[in-house]
């Protein structure tokens, strides 16, 4: 290794290990207990040595993770609330199936581990939701209107809202969430309008967090303060804290660090191209040609079989099928391939490895439920499988690329595959989640074209990419 790239890893490590005692030290001050009742994932977080604390129950959306709102619950935490998060049947770490009632039920199994717990005064307690789950919270805040005496919708879904039902419901909505905006304003209107009469239980607020849509909207601090400071009227709180919740910012050091790391050890892990390189038109002309062949083939799949859970997943097998259909299409178009070599595939584990610890180790303790439960992991080789052949094909049509054309192609990736999928939410509407990951695509995109670039051998990157990407696709989606 060259002092350069030695130099490169030993500011890796430093980034890494800055960035571990950012989010190590976020917890300062707080008690976290991972629990679990009646099957169901659950973590308490709370100031330590707390006494008589406000309860609040905080429920992820659809395809979430108690993980993902972990935003909220250490800034409450840190102004003195004792914080209950679940996930949801067939979301992450919980295997139960969705069920017509799995929302309540497992709504009142983390109310029920919420009030045993030392810190908590059972009888003030709150709710907060994001999309599925702020119509989960807010349902149970107005089934029994006494429990609790105030509500957080983070872009609401719809409900039977009142003029005293919810008590003291706030509502949350990012800017570029337009359909959730209106669904907000709609629900304030059926509420009785804005107001602040916190005290007689029928208060009434809405917040737009500008430039935010369904996703960051999580990790915005405005989001995070108008919900305590709602939560602080109600309860009549006056804790001092500043803690802004950065622990995003850290995750993000966190990745640059092993992709640097990455980018340090490549030289060792060179291969040479067992692939002919083709012509950049004729790479640009596949590119384009299949996402239209696997929006086709999914829209007659769907005539034959329940496309919202193939692959044992809802949405995201349907997802996998796309890349593997559009995979296939642009290989058929592009390459005649050979056999790898066993050093290839070494390579390819190798880089699965790095990516995998880059993104998903962190990852557990700050947004995403990363470590895979049994019936998931069974699931991972087979979407892994299913989406090799876009890595591939893409691993071809990067080759030997200098900076420009690899930027180029990245931005072409981006745009051929929000634009397939969007051909797709045309086709097939009850995959419309799928139009909320949209923002998502030319970010990894990026984290797999400087692999590509590294690496520069089409099947060590595509068995890489592939691997995980479907780890991805397995620990986020919902069970069918």
């Known amino acids: 290794m060259s002092s350069k790239r030695l130099l490169v890893l030993i500011l890796a490590l430093l980034l890494i290990s800055i960035s571990w005692w950012g989010v190590v030290t976020a917890r300062t001050g707080l008690v976290i207990r991972q629990l679990s009742r009646e099957g169901v994932p659950l973590l308490y977080v709370a100031p330590k040595n707390a006494f008589k604390a406000p309860g609040v129950l905080i429920a992820h959306g659809y395809a979430g993770s108690k ?9 409450l935490a840190h102004a003195g609330y004792a914080v209950m998060l679940w996930d949801f049947d067939s979301h992450a770490a919980n295997s139960q199936p969705l ?6 039920k497992n709504l009142d199994t983390a109310y029920a581990a919420l009030v045993t717990q030392p810190e908590v005064d059972g009888s003030r307690l709150a ?12 349902s149970a805040a107005i089934a029994d209107v006494d429990r609790y005496a105030a509500s957080v919708a983070v872009s609401p879904t719809g409900v039977s809202v009142t003029a005293n039902a919810p008590r003291n419901l706030q509502l949350q909505a990012g800017s570029w969430e337009v359909g959730f905006v209106a669904n907000a304003r709609r629900l304030l209107q059926a509420g009785g309008g804005e107001n602040l009469n916190l005290a007689n239980g029928i208060g009434r607020s809405l917040v737009i967090i500008p430039n935010a849509e369904h996703i960051t909207i999580l990790f915005r601090n405005q989001s995070h303060q108008a919900a305590k400071n709602w939560l602080d009227a109600t309860f009549g709180v006056q804790r001092p804290s500043n803690y802004v919740d950065r622990r995003m910012i850290w995750y993000g050091l ?31 002309v596949g590119l384009l040609i299949a996402p239209f062949v696997a929006s086709g083939v999914l829209l007659l799949l769907n005539r034959i079989a329940d496309l919202d859970s193939l692959g044992g997943m809802l949405v995201g097998g349907a997802i996998a099928i796309w890349f593997g259909i559009a995979g296939l299409t642009w290989l058929i178009i592009i390459s005649r391939l050979t056999i790898p070599t066993l050093r290839a595939v070494f390579v390819g584990v190798v880089l699965f490895v790095v990516l995998w610890i880059a993104l998903g180790v962190m990852a557990q303790v700050v947004w995403l439920q990363w470590w895979l439960i049994p019936v998931r992991l069974g699931l991972f080789p087979l979407l892994a499988l299913i989406c090799f052949p876009w890595f591939l ?32 939410l045309y086709l097939l509407p ?5 139009y909320l990951l949209l923002p998502l695509f030319p970010i990894l995109m990026l984290i797999f074209s400087f692999a590509a670039s590294l690496l520069n051998e089409p099947w060590s990157y595509a068995i890489g990419s592939a691997m995980f990407f479907g780890w991805i696709l397995a620990a986020a989606f919902p069970l069918a």
Request: hydrophobic share 50%; glycine share 12%.
């Open 67 to 75: 993980q993902l709102m972990l935003g909220y619950a250490h800034v």
């Open 393 to 424: 094909a893409s691993g071809v049509a990067q080759q030997s690329l200098k900076l420009g054309k690899r930027i180029l192609w990245w931005l072409g990736q981006s745009t051929v595959l929000v634009g397939g999928f969007i051909l797709v």
């Open 430 to 434: 009850q995959l419309g989640f799928i």
């Open 254 to 284: 966190h990745l640059l660090g092993w992709l640097a790391v990455l980018a340090a050890i490549a030289s060792s892990l060179v291969v040479p191209a067992s692939i002919s390189k083709p012509r950049q038109l004729k790479s640009f």
């Open 127 to 138: 709710t907060l939701g994001h999309s599925m789950g702020s119509g989960a919270v807010m």
């Open 99 to 104: 069920e017509r009632n799995s929302l309540q």
